[in-house]
């Protein structure tokens, strides 16, 4: 699968995927012409469309039509008429896309505008929804200067946090702005400037602390007292404040996990990978000596969420959000390798087994940092082994979603193979072929996510590479995926991209890549080549500049006051008061003169403030503007940058085949020669073979003519030899046919003698056949006889036996008639 391919039917996709977004521009420019009310509702009803939107790839900020879309919404927002909430709906949308977030937050700036919708006039639902875009929005942001709307949202944050949390829509309130302000402050010192001139700090730190102690916000609290103390201390953290943090880290976890609360455990993990990710703060993290015994403590209630989150019962969503924050808070904890907590390794690796089904990414990323803490020792301990060798088969089928958990699957192979008790499972389990389906649906699915894509897509080409070298020794199938992969132009503008740029790390890793003794020698001159190339151009493929070209642009110039010469008399009145002063002469002026002097000098700086201000917002503006235009124009030239690199190979691959083709031609031409001239030389010794086997054949035939006449003769003497033998042959013949017709004739009697012959057989048989049924008869007939024979036998046996009986009885009655009679005759 190729990255670069655009068939008819993807783009015929695509053109019915942004047709909402292209038609709200349009709407959106006839708006901006005329503020008609057929726009504003033309308007509306496409944000709905695209507020509903079940494909969140619509906003993925690669794309002219998606730049186009957000720059329209940005100044349509800016418009007091325009469809504020609407849009605010479709930003909503947006920001669950990582991608445009990102684009959200750093290129098109529309906090500004939602904090001008952030006012106490709006309903409490609205305030919760705005907050929620918001706290989306800002997280990341970069405010290099006092822009002109921190003020006003640093005033309303902070009286919203203060207000009493009486009711739930107040403490809900109250926890997003807390959210924004900590967004907004965090790395921002324009901003904290900003929150410390709008409140009592001292106060303000007492309020947090007492929310901090109170269970609320605990971890939102820690990272904005690290901002203050930073801002106001001017020192670096200490160790014990560090510790501090991570224990309210850590208790606001196991609390958020228990209490299924996805925000907190948002926050949570965002805090400790802040704290993980700042080297200064990384070292008293590794020093918190309380990890294991919290991490202990909390996977008991993680093992019960990953049950609710799997049974499908309640809240199954929120259930799913929480495991999948869960999942990175142990990510960025296992990723500091600390050996505290290898002993809860096993159990993690069960987590990531079960939770595989649910949070695919994160479980496999979580799987992957795991792994590969055992990279140096070359093995992986036999408890873990022992977990994983029954499941290690189902982790190792490709997702069916490549672009969302591709990135994840490829560096768990990596990992894998750099193991040499699971090297062979990976071998057995995964083929080449898909694993680089899996590496291109990554790059075409990063291809068009900005930023945060390029450094997706740097990190599969890097991971794909260093599996494949793992892996090219065991097996020559892996080496010629290798060769394809580095062959791919993508692959190869991706590890360009990776030499090129600004992070260490993976120079590192491009090299060692390039370094190693299985990377093709061709393609490794390519890649050094196109990274020259790309660095005389000025620009990394594949880096985003709009972050750097903030940095690079200087401040726009601020006009000075509208009345300059009363700036000019005011000065005059204060250097007058000045020798005044020093001359000791203070006393002569007049109190209401001074009053007035200051009254003038307030005017001032106030209409001098006020022009500062609306120059601000102006500059800003525009600034976000022309970003918005250096947007469009980025994503304009990446998509033609990607059409002349694809022609530029094509046309290099074409150039290739006509030099072969005309390598080829010549070839053909110096074989066609050799071949004609053999074949010449081949006709003329055929043609002397021909005369001469011409000359053999003439002596052959007369010799075949001599031979045949001779034959003849011999032939025509044969044959009067029959013809005599014939005659004789034929007497015979009729001597044998009249002794035939005399033998027919008694054959004919014999057959009439056997035709009688078996005719008496016939009826000798049939007699027989009768005589053997009447003899059956009589055999049955007999059977039955001596059957009532038999029956008679025993009737007779039986009477006799009664006779018998009653002779007994009867000579037992004479006997005793007898001796009655003799007993009367004796009486």
Avoid at 135 to 142: C, E, F, N, V
Avoid at 394 to 400: E, F, H, K, T, Y
Avoid at 485 to 502: F, I, N
Avoid at 789 to 796: A, C, G, M, S, T
Wanted: one cysteine or more; proline letters at 3%; aromatic letters at 6%.
């Amino acid at each position: 699968m190729e990255v670069d391919s655009v068939d008819n039917w993807c783009t015929n996709t695509d053109n019915g995927k942004f047709a909402n977004l292209k038609a709200f521009v349009t709407a959106a420019r006839e708006f901006e012409a005329t503020h008609s009310e057929s726009a504003l509702n033309l308007m509306t009803r496409y944000l709905g469309l695209i507020a509903s939107s079940c494909d969140l790839t619509i906003f993925s900020p690669g794309r002219s039509e998606v730049c186009a879309f957000f720059s329209s919404l940005w100044r349509v927002m800016c418009d007091g008429r325009g469809p504020h909430w609407a849009g605010v709906a479709v930003l909503s949308r947006a920001a669950a896309e990582p991608s445009a977030r990102h684009a959200l937050t750093h290129t098109y700036k529309f906090i500004a505008i939602l904090s001008r919708l952030l006012t106490d006039s709006i309903s409490n639902e609205k305030k919760i929804k705005l907050l929620s875009v918001m706290q989306d929005i800002s997280y990341g942001i970069k405010i290099s200067w006092q822009e002109s709307y921190l003020t006003s949202l640093m005033k309303q944050l902070t009286d919203w946090i203060r207000q009493p949390m009486t009711e739930p829509h107040h403490k809900a309130i109250g926890h997003k702005s807390l959210t924004v302000l900590v967004n907004v402050c965090y790395g921002n010192l324009p901003a904290i400037y900003a929150l410390m001139r709008t409140v009592d700090t001292k106060e303000f730190v007492v309020h947090l602390i007492s929310l901090k102690d109170g269970g609320y916000g605990g971890v939102e609290v820690c990272r904005l007292l690290l901002c203050l103390s930073g801002a106001t201390r001017g020192t670096a953290v200490r160790q014990p404040d560090a510790h501090s943090y991570l224990c309210c880290t850590m208790r606001t976890f196991k609390k958020a996990v228990v209490d299924r609360d996805a925000t907190q455990l948002l926050h949570a993990y965002t805090f400790l990978n802040d704290l993980c990710s700042e080297s200064n703060l990384r070292e008293f993290v590794l020093t918190y000596p309380h990890f294991s015994a919290a991490l202990t403590n909390s996977l008991k209630d993680v093992d019960d969420l990953v049950s609710t989150a799997l049974d499908d019962v309640g809240e199954p969503e929120c259930a799913s959000a929480c495991l999948k924050h869960v999942l990175k808070f142990l990510t960025v904890l296992s990723g500091l390798d600390l050996y505290s907590l290898r002993s809860h390794h096993s159990q993690l690796m069960l987590l990531c087994i079960k939770t595989s089904a649910v949070c695919l990414p994160e479980s496999l990323e979580l799987f992957s940092v795991i792994v590969t803490q055992y990279r140096d020792e070359g093995r992986l301990p036999q408890e873990l082994i022992s977990i994983i060798s029954d499941r290690l088969p189902g982790l190792l089928v490709p997702p069916l979603e490549p672009g969302k958990a591709g990135l994840q699957w490829l560096q768990v192979v990596g990992a894998l193979c750099e193991s040499s008790e699971t090297q062979e499972k990976v071998l057995q389990e995964v083929t080449p072929h898909a694993f680089e389906d899996t590496l291109y649906n990554v790059l075409h699915y990063t291809a068009q996510s900005g930023a945060v894509g390029a450094e997706s897509s740097q990190q599969a080409a890097v991971a794909s590479c260093r599996a494949a070298l793992c892996l090219c020794p065991a097996a020559r199938d892996w080496e010629a995926a290798l060769t394809r992969m580095l062959a791919h132009h993508q692959v190869r503008k991706m590890l360009c991209a990776g030499l090129m740029s600004s992070n260490g790390q993976r120079r590192r890793q491009v090299l060692q890549l390039i370094k190693h003794h299985y990377f093709p020698l061709d393609q490794m001159n390519q890649v050094f080549g196109e990274s020259f190339a790309a660095d005389v151009s000025g620009e990394p493929p594949g880096a985003c500049s709009a972050d750097r070209a903030d940095s690079r642009a200087p401040p726009p110039a601020l006009p000075w006051a509208e009345h300059p010469a009363l700036e000019l008399a005011t000065d005059a009145l204060v250097r007058r008061l000045s020798d005044a002063l020093a001359d000791g002469k203070i006393s002569d002026i007049a109190t209401s003169s001074v009053m007035e002097l200051y009254g003038y000098k307030m005017t001032c700086l106030e209409q001098r403030l006020h022009s500062h201000s609306a120059a601000l917002q102006g500059a800003t503006e525009q600034m976000a503007s022309l970003q918005h235009s250096l947007a469009l124009l980025q994503a304009t030239n990446s998509a033609q940058q990607d059409v002349l690199y694809t022609t530029q190979m094509q046309n290099e691959r074409y150039k290739k085949i006509i030099e072969d083709f005309h390598k080829q031609l010549e070839d053909a031409e110096t074989t066609v020669r050799g071949f004609r001239a053999k074949l010449a030389a081949e006709r003329l010794e055929k043609e002397k073979q021909k005369e001469q086997l011409q000359k053999e054949f003439g002596v052959q035939l007369a010799n075949i003519e001599k031979e045949m006449k001779s034959r003849e003769k011999e032939a025509e003497e044969r044959l009067r030899n029959a013809d005599a033998e014939n005659k004789t042959l034929t007497k015979k013949l009729e001597q044998q046919t009249s002794k035939s017709s005399e033998l027919a004739g008694v054959l004919i009697k014999f057959e009439e003698r056997v035709k009688q012959r078996d005719k008496r057989l016939e009826e000798a048989a049939a007699h027989e056949t009768a005589l053997r049924s009447e003899i059956e008869a009589r055999d049955l007939t007999i059977k039955q006889l001596e059957k009532t024979v038999l029956e008679r036998e025993n009737r007779l046996y039986q009477v006799t036996t009664q006779l018998d009986e009653m002779k007994r009885v009867q000579e037992m009655v004479a006997k005793l008639m007898s001796k009655s009679t003799s007993a009367n005759c004796a009486s």
